[in-house]
């Protein structure tokens, strides 16, 4: 008996640390593109938040891990970017290098690509860092300043993405899936990525589902994660500005869609990306009603493996 103990905390302990060397998601960010709170809010959804730090939020952002060679990827270069980087090191245990290998951005919106301006000479200075983007944003970064001036120093290293065509980086797949959205300066994409063990797919940002080419519940069948859009819960939020002008899929319409779907397809459901007046950020029992309904929402900090 004991040496059968022996044996099953062995492979227990085997397979612990085989698991350890599996890619990894870590979440550094979950809130909307201006942060949690929000500059300028006086209202009672950022009160708290002002008053106590550790209600705080960044912008929404991921890391990509894969500590069998020590190599980590960043989605978004948020305007939290000098918080974020030092919190994935906190996380991993000062494990990885500082910079990632590469930075894979969705579109030209302030939360999802002003942090770039950190790589640059008056802070980072850093040597030609690989940024991933589609061609209208390349072209964006590349003619329009101050973003141009990284790539004319060599800062950054801008590399073309195609839609829906996948990159091997590592051994970790990463595929660009084109978007419906409010396009000024570029395109807008989420990313699906294969570690191999599993399937994420990132959409932070989109005008509706129901614009979009593809079918969100057979993209979300397809994967074990899926961080999907929850910018607001429902059309009541904002009260200073038309909420046709900011367009994205309501938590209250996504959850609805899902509603006739297993209880295993919707927990593959982390809503992230959450305006400051969103609910799900500030009222508990929003966000319990959501989990009791089978539903996730991302943590910010939380390694998904």
Known sequence: MKKYI?????????????????PYIIVLGVAQDGGYPHLGCKKVCCTKAWSNPKLRKNVTALAVVNPSSKKWWLLEATPDIKFQLQD????????????PEGVFLTHA????????????????????????????FK????SNGPWSQLVNLKNINLIELSDNKAIDLDNIKFSSLKVPHRDEYSETVGFKIDLNHKNVLFIPDIDKWSKWNKSIIEEVKKVDYAFLDATFFDNKELNNRPIAEVPHPFVAETIQLFE????????????IHFNHTN??????????????????IAQQGKTYQ
């Open 6 to 22: 022996a044996l099953l905390l062995l492979s227990l302990t085997v397979n612990a640390l085989i698991a350890q060397e599996k």
């Open 88 to 99: 994935f090191q906190k996380i991993t245990n000062n494990q990885y290098p500082y910079l």
């Open 109 to 136: 919106h302030m939360g999802h690509y002003t942090g770039l301006a950190q790589f640059g000479r008056e802070v980072m200075n850093t040597k030609q860092l690989n940024v991933y983007v589609m061609p209208k």
């Open 139 to 142: 072209r964006f970064l590349e």
């Open 260 to 271: 006739n779907e297993s209880k295993a397809i919707k927990e593959k459901i982390h809503f």
């Open 279 to 296: 609910p799900i950020m500030w009222q508990p029992k929003i966000k319990n009603n959501i989990l009791r309904q089978n539903f996730n």
